[in-house]
């Protein structure tokens, strides 16, 4: 899988601010809780005119800088797909207020007081979110898709207790 080029960095846990997809879409299962298969197979057709298969669809967690888990909801599971997509209608349904200026875009919960949950760049004409974060982590670890051993994920996430990484499972 291809990974995306951000400020010549490759990186694949970029999530590109998009206002003409259809949903939020993502190549990460691993991301994902409380998936569920979709009843009637699904495509998603990209540029360059080819279908890609939906294979699941859920949450994607995203970590609010107070330690809270907002999810973006309905997120598609395209496994072939090489980009990251949110896309802004859909999180504005979810009663999220997504705003962009010159220094990047800003994503608030507008059912809590306009609480600031998410922040990304400005790449040329194009946003970003940055999704490496402590949730996603600790998802990997928790699930072992990640490194097994309690004491890198231990060193990783600023010498987090046992207690920490279980209420972050949750």
């Known amino acids: ?10 990186n694949n846990n970029v999530l590109y601010v998009d ?3 259809s949903n ?17 197979p699904g495509f998603v057709e990209i540029g360059d005119d080819t279908a890609h ?8 967690p995203l970590s609010m800088q107070d330690g809270q888990t ?22 504005v349904e979810q009663g999220l207020q997504v705003t962009f200026n010159p220094n990047g875009c800003f994503v608030e919960d507008m059912k809590n007081q306009g609480k600031l949950i998410a922040k990304g760049e400005r790449n040329g004409r194009m946003f970003t979110l ?11 670890f928790t699930y072992g898709k990640g ?10 996430i600023g010498h987090v207790n046992l207690q ?3 209420q972050m499972e949750k």
């Open 19 to 21: 206002y003409g997809a």
């Open 130 to 140: 940055d999704v490496n974060m402590l949730e996603v982590n600790s998802m990997l």
């Open 70 to 91: 907002k999810y973006l909801k309905n997120v598609l599971h395209v496994p072939t797909i090489t980009k990251n997509v949110v896309f802004v209608g859909q999180m």
């Open 24 to 40: 939020h879409m993502t190549n990460h299962g691993e991301w994902f809780r409380n998936t569920k298969d979709l009843k009637t």
């Open 147 to 156: 490194a097994g051993d309690i004491g890198i994920w231990h060193k990783r």
């Open 164 to 166: 920490r990484f279980k």
């Open 1 to 10: 899988m291809a990974n995306s080029m951000i400020g010549g960095v490759s």
């Open 53 to 60: 298969p939906i294979t699941q669809i859920g949450k994607v």
